[in-house]
């Protein structure tokens, strides 16, 4: 288990390249939302199945290691944040003009290192006020998502274009 936490980070890097080309196919707002919805239901189903189903062996791999079950939940929800986080700059980017464009994209590393800052500490809060029950951080996460799904879902641009980028700027 040394390296399960590590496991949706390394899945989302791995997968960056292919989440940019999905965005361009399906549109950025549709694949932040379905990795919006990936990242719900994983944390979901994560917290509701049983600690054996979780830990559940299905074979070992060379580089991977031992797949169980949670390995596999933690490898879609790689593939969720990748589709989330790799399309969210260019969003940012395309929401604005070439005077501001390094308003926008610091504005965007700022709440997301914010983000990135409070997130941990909130759920260590939320984790001591429940009794140091972690699990709560399964059903405290997807609530955050869905607000992120709200918000996704009242974007009206942001898409890309085929303008070209000598035209933008």
Known sequence: ??????????????LSIPAGFIGAKLGRKRTIGIGLLIMIIVMISVYFLPKETLLQMHGKLPILGNIMTLTLFL?????GWACI???????????????HIGTFTGLYYLFSTLAAIAGPNINGWIVKLTGNNYSTIFIIGPIFMIAALISILGMKSGEATTQSTNEKF
Do not use: K, Q
Not at 1 to 10: A, I, Q, V, Y
Not at 75 to 79: F, N, Q, R, T
């Open 1 to 14: 288990h040394r390296d399960l936490h590590s496991f949706p980070t390394r899945r989302s890097s791995d």
């Open 75 to 79: 490898l879609a929800a790689g593939i």
């Open 85 to 99: 986080n790799i399309n969210s700059l260019p969003v940012v980017v395309d929401l604005t003009d070439a005077i």
